[in-house]
């Protein structure tokens, strides 16, 4: 329900009318599209997240040793 809302972050990167359609395709059964949508679900939550402060900008490379 919330990625029907035209207001969502995701809507950055994604086109609201395809999303709308893969919805509407996805519960009428006419196609599984569980793994797409599940996909633009997770990055709306990701992108409300970040936006609210809920998760930080990385800084540095976690990956990188200190010598």
Do not use: K, M
């Amino acid at each position: 329900e919330s990625l029907r809302s035209p207001s969502r972050p995701v809507y950055q990167f994604v086109a609201p009318a395809a999303v709308h359609r893969l919805i509407e395709e996805h519960l009428r059964s006419r196609r599984d599209h569980s793994y797409a949508l599940w996909r633009i679900l997770v990055l709306d939550l990701w992108l409300t997240h970040l936006a609210a402060g809920r998760i930080s900008h990385a800084t540095a490379n976690p990956f990188a040793h200190a010598h």
